[in-house]
């Protein structure tokens, strides 16, 4: 019955998973958030969470040590990083297509790998959950917020990082700049290829540890297109928070807590048909981002490429 979801129990349960669910949408959506402030969308997340993931997995079930898995995916999202750099910035491809390019690179490239290593679905001991002393022996709170596996701890903490780097750092008012007027910020030194290679690849990066986070930490599996939509999910929730880490962190923790709930709803088996359960979140996602638009700008420079001398 519905009046089941109301249950303390299930509640608590809603919300420990929805905490914990955010975290590969919150690394994906930081990371895309730094690469759309300095003019770059990049719609090839997917595809770079999908390679994170393959790697942190296949390394951590041939070794056994899930921080080697993490530090192997680090660096493709990091190659990946680069090669969209390059292909936006350098090459000055349109964004959107090339975009597209990579995640479906990074589609085929995941599940031609996972056919020829594994060929099989496998599992892997990858981080566990980790009680934080003293806040974790907290009554309620302490097992719904201070009770989970590092990659999870790192995702919250990223997000007062970015915003403290964006907000507070000459570093962030160039990315800014750049996304706003590269031009303007040309004309006082500001590189802004240089920014555009550095915030991307960042984007590259984070987005590769928000796959890892589903293979290792999460779910502790790897299969054929794992994130079932998670990066474009990502590149939506930027547009939702507004290009700030804040709006991410919020916007994360609604679509984790729903996706949560959809799933409570089949495991109580309340009568509702499960294709619409499992569409909740993305319906979600959709009037959310309507309402979104209509109050936020996005950067003026997005998806334009920039060359010295244009005005």
């Known amino acids: 019955m519905i009046s089941d979801l109301f249950a303390s129990t299930v509640l608590i349960g809603i919300i420990t998973s929805g905490i914990r669910l955010a975290t590969p949408y919150l690394y994906a959506t930081v990371g895309e958030t730094f690469g759309q402030l300095s003019g770059v969308l990049n719609l090839g997340v997917e595809g770079m969470m999908l ?90 709170v302490g097992g719904i917020f201070f009770d989970h596996n590092v990659l999870t701890y790192g995702a919250y903490l990223l997000v007062p990082l970015s915003w403290f780097i964006l907000n507070r750092t000459t570093w962030g008012l160039q990315i800014k700049a750049v996304g706003q007027n590269p031009a303007a910020a040309d004309s006082l030194g500001v590189s802004v290829t240089k920014v555009r290679y550095v915030t991307v690849t960042v984007g590259g990066v984070l987005s590769s540890i928000a796959g890892a986070s589903l293979s290792i930490a999460l779910l502790n599996v790897f299969q054929q297109n794992l994130t079932s939509g998670m990066g474009f999910i990502a590149v939506a929730l930027v547009y939702f928070g507004g290009w700030n880490p804040l709006g991410a962190l919020a916007g ?57 001398g244009e005005a």
């Open 51 to 140: 390679m994170g993931a393959y790697v942190g997995f296949y390394m951590t079930f041939t070794t056994g040590d899930p921080w080697l898995g993490l530090m192997d995916a680090i660096l493709v999202g990091l190659l990946m990083g680069v090669a969209m750099a390059f292909i936006s910035v350098t090459l000055q491809a349109e964004q959107g297509i090339s975009g597209i390019g990579v995640y479906l690179f990074g589609l085929g490239m995941s599940e031609l790998l996972f056919q020829k290593t594994l060929g099989t679905v496998e599992t892997v001991s990858g981080f566990p959950a980790f009680k934080i002393p003293l806040l974790g022996d907290l009554p309620l």
């Open 252 to 308: 994360s923790l609604l679509f984790s807590t729903v996706n949560a709930l959809q799933n409570w709803v089949q495991v109580l088996g309340i009568p509702v048909p499960s294709d619409f359960a499992v569409m909740m979140p993305y319906v979600l996602t959709i009037l959310i981002l309507v309402i979104a638009l209509r109050k936020v700008r996005q950067p003026a420079a997005l998806t334009k490429p920039f060359e010295r």
